[in-house]
Each structure stands twice: as C-alpha cells, then as structure tokens.
C-alpha cells in the first residue's frame, strides 16, 4: 500500500522560505498525479498545487501563483513544494497527495492516499 510521508513544515515570519517534501513508498511506477493540499483553522482543505503528466504539467492555485513552486522526481515519487514571501494567511497544515487515476483533477475526493501533514506557521 502506498504510503505518503510529508517534511519540512515549520514555523517563521512573514517574507520567508520554506520547502516541503513528500516521499511515496510503496509504489514502483510513477504516480500519475501529485498534488499539495492545505487546511487552514476552522477551513476546509483545499488545493494548493498539483502536478501531473510525469511533473511536466502543473495547475497553482491563485492564492500561490508566482510564489510557490511545485515539482515531482519521478525515478523517486518524491514531490516537493517550494514556498516563497510567505504570508500569515499561508498558516495551515499541509498534506501530500497521490491520485491514481489517468486524469488528474484539484478535488481532493478524486486522490487516494494521503500523508500526515506537516504544520506550516507564518507570523507577521
């Protein structure tokens, strides 16, 4: 069974880095979609950013356009999410998701299996 293990969350202020990892055990081929949801306080998850096509495709959600960067190391399932000029409103816990259907898609019903999330704090 596949299993997603999410790093690097922490706490900082605003305008800092912060890059996510998400490593995929279990699973010999490349995973057809991945994606980075988050779930702020009191919120329900949401899209962050999801990539498919082998990495070679990607869709940001608006709140993160220019600022985050999403990437996929096939021969490794691994999926990182490079955070730029953090914000307060970044605050959430973020997940690492995997979909294994041909098509992907930003619902967070359409993905399978799921990791533990890592908590990203940003002060102002």
């Known amino acids: 069974q596949v299993q997603l293990v999410e790093s690097g969350g922490g706490s900082l202020q605003t305008g800092a880095s912060l890059r996510l990892s998400c490593a995929a055990f279990?699973?010999?081929?490349?995973?057809?979609?991945l994606g980075w949801f988050l779930q702020a306080p009191g919120k329900e998850r949401e899209v962050v950013a999801i990539?498919?096509?082998?990495?070679?495709?990607?869709y940001y959600a608006d709140s993160v356009k220019g600022r985050f960067t999403i990437s996929q190391v096939n021969a490794k399932n691994t999926l990182s999410l490079q955070m730029n000029s953090l914000k307060p409103e970044d605050t959430a816990i973020y997940y690492c998701?995997?979909?294994?259907?041909?098509?992907?898609?930003?619902?967070?019903?359409?993905?399978?299996?799921w990791g533990q999330g890592t908590q990203v704090t940003v002060s102002s």
């Open positions: 998701a995997a979909s294994f259907y041909a098509n992907c898609y930003i619902d967070q019903g359409q993905y399978q299996r």
């Open positions: 279990g699973y010999a081929y490349s995973i057809p979609c």
């Open positions: 990539t498919y096509s082998g990495g070679r495709s990607t």
